[in-house]
């Protein structure tokens, strides 16, 4: 029996797992294995609700060993140490400690086939001091980490009001849909802890949030009039935004820009980039610039037929719409495809070629907070383009964590929780409070 492992249970490697666990680790056909060193799965893209204190974590994590009981793989919880890519075997430190206080030893694992889906780290392109002083939105403890220390600066700004420089400066460095999804949220937050009499600031003159952003224009993944629609929206809730406008150092307490302009910074966050985690550099593959596994059009790295990637850690060149963005929606495409290829009749054991990958870009969408969202959508023979904005992008945007749910749990499962979601919103503060 052959054994797959997938390192990395993020949203295109749980969705491989599971779509593999069924139809192939169910039936007895291969063993199907998911390594992670987290327990639980949170979906990426909602890591802004996290730091902004308009979700909890707990509420919608997905545990791991749960999800491998009901669809017919094995979880383990560990990190990858090492490759040894010519015995095919991995070496694992595990997570938890004994009750001695001592870290477990590593072991090994032995694989047939290994889908690498790592996901990425914030790339802080040499900027002196980012790496110090700056937070980042990688996974949900960075999240919560973020949201604790906005809401202890709400609080300590609060108890200090009245004395100059009493006031929350929020930095976001980055106009990607990161940076203005969490601006957005953070916004709302401010006059939500200011509703509940968490602290007595003015959210519009005493919390200021300021996005700094490089290029000429906020998402400049969106066409002209939507990124300009976006930062329009943005002015009008009393964020600034600070386009053209480059960090070149960053300090415990403020942001160098341009030569010799200074920023206060009582929190900065960066949203400026990504790249492949420390661990591909290791592994004896081709990597690119951004440090992603370069791999071929069925997804196999281009130096190892028996090692594939997906997702964000992957460097997919499309021949007709280019490199493949390190978006949520390319890893979901990535997963079904790789289960297919996969789960068909060993085609690789018989020498057939597998298949090959085609990404079909659907489009993008941008929360804007609670109630708005920007983006487009695509499709159509030629390939046409539908601008859509307010609440009907926001319903969109809704849908398309609902769509990750349903591929997770199937639709029963996914409207119940939807459901529970919407009769939480009825009973529970806005924000989280403490």
Same mark, same amino acid.
């Given at each position: 029996?052959?054994?797959?492992?997938?390192?990395? +249970?993020?949203?295109?490697?749980?969705?491989?797992?599971?779509?593999?666990?069924?139809?192939? +680790?169910?039936?007895?056909?291969?063993?199907?294995?998911?390594? %992670?060193?987290?327990?639980?799965?949170?979906? @990426?893209?909602?890591?802004?609700?996290?730091?902004? *204190?308009?979700?909890?974590?707990?509420?919608?994590?997905?545990?791991?060993?749960?999800?491998?009981?009901?669809?017919?793989?094995?979880?383990?919880?560990?990190? !990858?140490?090492?490759?040894?890519?010519?015995?095919?075997?991995?070496?694992?430190?595990?997570?938890?400690?004994?009750?001695?206080?001592?870290?477990?030893?590593?072991?090994?694992?032995?694989?047939?086939?290994?889908?690498?889906? !790592?996901?990425?780290?914030?790339?802080?392109?040499?900027?002196?001091?980012?790496?110090?002083?700056?937070?980042?939105?990688?996974?949900?403890?960075?999240? @919560?980490?973020?949201?604790?220390?906005?809401?202890?600066?709400?609080?300590?700004?609060?108890?200090?009001?009245?004395?100059?420089?009493?006031? $929350?400066?929020?930095?976001?460095? +980055?106009?990607?849909?990161? *940076?203005?999804?969490?601006?957005?949220?953070?916004?709302?937050?401010?006059?939500?802890?200011?509703?509940?009499?968490?602290?007595?600031? %003015?959210?519009?003159?005493? $919390?200021?949030?300021?996005?700094?952003?490089?290029?000429?224009?906020?998402?400049?993944?969106?066409? &002209?009039?939507?990124?300009?629609?976006?930062?329009?929206?943005? @002015?009008?809730?009393?964020?600034?935004?600070?386009?053209?406008?480059?960090?070149?150092?960053?300090?415990? %307490?403020?942001?160098?820009?341009?030569?010799?302009?200074?920023?206060?910074?009582?929190?900065?966050?960066?949203?400026?980039?990504?790249?492949?985690?420390?661990?591909?550099?290791?592994?004896?593959?081709?990597?690119?610039?951004?440090?992603?596994?370069?791999?071929?059009?069925?997804?196999?790295?281009?130096? %190892?037929?028996?090692?594939?990637?997906?997702?964000?850690?992957?460097?997919?060149?499309?021949?007709?719409?280019?490199?493949?963005?390190?978006?949520?929606?390319?890893?979901?495409?990535?997963?079904?495809?790789?289960?297919?290829?996969?789960?068909?009749?060993?085609?690789?054991?018989?020498?057939?070629? !597998?298949?090959?990958?085609?990404?079909?870009?659907?489009?993008?969408?941008?929360?804007?907070?609670?109630?708005?969202?920007?983006?487009?959508?695509?499709?159509?023979?030629?390939?046409?383009?539908?601008?859509?904005?307010?609440?009907?992008?926001?319903?969109?945007?809704?849908?398309?964590?609902?769509?990750?749910?349903?591929? &997770?749990? *199937?639709?029963?499962?996914?409207?119940? $929780?939807?459901?529970?979601?919407?009769?939480?919103?009825?009973?529970?503060?806005?924000? @989280?409070?403490?």
């Amino acid at each position: 029996m052959q054994t797959i492992v997938i390192v990395g +249970g993020g949203a295109g490697g749980l969705e491989l797992a599971t779509r593999l666990g069924d139809t192939m +680790g169910r039936k007895g056909r291969a063993r199907v294995i998911l390594v %992670d060193r987290s327990p639980t799965h949170f979906w @990426k893209p909602l890591l802004h609700t996290v730091a902004s *204190g308009k979700r909890d974590p707990q509420v919608f994590q997905i545990e791991y060993s749960a999800q491998a009981a009901e669809h017919g793989f094995t979880f383990m919880h560990a990190e !990858l140490r090492s490759v040894d890519r010519a015995a095919r075997m991995l070496e694992l430190a595990p997570c938890l400690s004994d009750d001695a206080g001592e870290a477990r030893a590593t072991r090994t694992l032995g694989y047939t086939t290994l889908v690498l889906a !790592l996901g990425a780290v914030t790339n802080f392109y040499s900027v002196p001091g980012a790496a110090e002083h700056v937070c980042t939105l990688d996974n949900v403890r960075e999240a @919560k980490s973020f949201y604790r220390r906005f809401f202890g600066a709400c609080v300590r700004a609060s108890e200090a009001h009245g004395e100059q420089g009493a006031a $929350v400066n929020v930095v976001i460095v +980055g106009g990607g849909a990161t *940076g203005v999804e969490l601006a957005a949220e953070l916004g709302y937050s401010a006059r939500a802890l200011a509703k509940y009499k968490i602290h007595t600031l %003015d959210p519009a003159r005493d $919390v200021r949030i300021t996005i700094l952003e490089r290029g000429a224009r906020l998402l400049p993944h969106l066409p &002209l009039e939507q990124s300009a629609r976006a930062e329009a929206y943005l @002015k009008s809730r009393g964020i600034e935004v600070c386009t053209g406008t480059g960090v070149t150092q960053v300090a415990a %307490d403020c942001v160098h820009v341009g030569e010799a302009g200074v920023r206060p910074a009582s929190l900065t966050l960066w949203a400026a980039g990504v790249e492949g985690p420390a661990i591909t550099g290791t592994l004896g593959l081709s990597l690119n610039r951004m440090r992603q596994i370069m791999v071929k059009a069925t997804l196999q790295s281009v130096d %190892d037929p028996n090692v594939f990637a997906i997702g964000d850690c992957a460097s997919f060149v499309c021949p007709l719409q280019g490199a493949a963005p390190p978006r949520a929606q390319v890893a979901h495409q990535q997963a079904v495809f790789l289960a297919q290829a996969l789960a068909a009749a060993h085609g690789r054991r018989e020498g057939r070629p !597998l298949a090959e990958f085609r990404y079909r870009d659907y489009g993008s969408l941008v929360s804007l907070g609670p109630v708005a969202a920007v983006g487009v959508l695509m499709g159509g023979s030629y390939g046409s383009k539908l601008a859509v904005n307010g609440t009907f992008a926001h319903l969109l945007y809704g849908l398309m964590y609902q769509k990750h749910l349903m591929a &997770l749990h *199937g639709f029963v499962r996914a409207a119940a $929780v939807t459901l529970a979601d919407w009769l939480r919103k009825r009973i529970s503060p806005s924000v @989280k409070l403490h």
